[in-house]
């Protein structure tokens, strides 16, 4: 199946310190990129894999192709929800577009973002 890019536009956030030297590390995010995407089922082979290794897949993602996206990042959907990314998979759609699937798992602790 060909890859939709309609269901909005993710924000993806690398985590640093934003403290003031000397001062207690506190970490915030850092905007990385945006992109457009489309939500993919969760399926049950990727849910229980997750589970297996003690995380938990609320969603899955695709988007464009970027490979600097990593698992120490977090992504922000429209609803300002923020994700963990268990795994950032790289590949190619029915119609050779290069996309990536990210699968997320809601994080409790919300992060302060620095910037837009």
């Known amino acids: 199946m060909a890859a939709t890019f309609d269901d909005g536009i ?37 849910y229980y894999k997750a589970k297996g290794a003690d995380d938990q897949a609320d969603e899955s993602v695709h988007m464009y192709q970027d ?22 998979q790289h590949q190619e759609d029915d119609d050779g577009i290069r996309i990536t699937v990210l699968s997320l798992e809601r994080i409790g602790k919300k992060y302060a973002i620095t910037d837009s």
């Open 67 to 88: 490979r600097s996206i990593s698992t120490k990042d977090i992504c922000v959907l429209e609803d300002g929800l923020q994700y963990k990314i268990l795994q950032a």
């Open 10 to 46: 993710l924000k993806i956030y690398s985590v640093e310190n934003a403290s003031k030297p000397g001062k207690k590390p506190e970490e915030s995010l850092h905007h990385k990129l945006s992109s457009y995407f489309g939500f993919e089922k969760v399926g049950l082979t990727r």
